[in-house]
């Protein structure tokens, strides 16, 4: 079935510089492409998705890219601040039939003040 | 906003003890989802249900059980827990009856705890 890498499991940066999360997936035939954003001891919430027909998309700070060839996605978070601190998940929806939201192993962000 | 409510937040249990998790969406959606989030914040699907047609990761063991008296509700049974069982519980729903191609929408969690 499907599986998605994401790295790095950790990251840290200053306030003010930009933050990328990278995933990979294997199923070829996968369409979409969400992002999860976690605060502790919350629900995650979608922040944006890709589809299988775009190649990116912006919603102000937040950047996603899709590479169909490579199997890959990524995320990335301009000008972060305090509040972009949380776990960042990427997922994948496989090939129709499949029912299933796979998602990635998730990013610890924390953004320094 | 949350429109997926679960209850309980909390429950700590006994090995061998039976549990229930209640799950409500109040967005009108098609399809609802249950996931497994461990110590380690991984998400793991467990079930989908859409139109009475239920599909089962099959990695999940069989003490695990969903239940749904309408759309709008999809509980989960644990017959027996056992200590791997203790994780959050995160209930969800997309509106998409074929699949989880539009955004799902996730509870606050059920956080288990087996002693």
């Known amino acids: 079935g499907e599986q998605v890498e994401q790295l790095p499991s950790i990251l840290r940066v200053q306030e003010g510089s930009s933050a990328s999360i990278n995933c990979s997936y294997e199923?070829?035939?996968?369409?979409?492409f969400p992002w999860y954003k976690q605060e502790p001891g919350e629900n995650p919430k979608l922040i944006i998705d890709i589809r299988s027909n775009m190649e990116r998309k912006q919603i102000q700070e937040l950047i996603v890219l899709l590479d169909k060839k490579a199997k890959r996605f990524s995320l990335h978070i301009t000008d972060t601040q305090p509040g972009d601190s949380a776990m960042y998940f990427c997922?994948?929806?496989?090939?129709?039939?499949?029912?299933?939201?796979?998602f990635g192993s998730g990013t610890q962000l924390t953004v320094m003040p | 906003e949350t429109a997926v409510f679960q209850t309980p937040n909390y429950h700590v249990t006994q090995v061998g003890n039976e549990v229930s998790f209640n799950c409500k969406q109040t967005?009108?959606?098609?399809?609802m989802y249950w996931y497994k989030q461990d110590s380690k914040k991984l998400l793991k699907i467990m079930f989908s249900y859409n139109n009475k047609q239920l599909i089962v990761n099959e990695t999940v063991p069989r003490r695990f059980s969903p239940q749904s008296s309408d759309k709008a509700h999809l509980n989960l049974r644990i017959k027996s827990v056992e200590p791997e069982d203790s994780a959050v519980y995160l209930c969800a729903s997309s509106k998409w009856a074929g699949g989880p191609n539009t955004e799902v929408f996730f509870g606050k969690g059920t956080r288990l705890t087996v002693v």
């Open positions: 967005l009108g959606h098609d399809t």
């Open positions: 199923d070829s035939a996968s369409n979409y």
């Open positions: 997922a994948a929806s496989p090939s129709s039939g499949s029912w299933q939201l796979i």
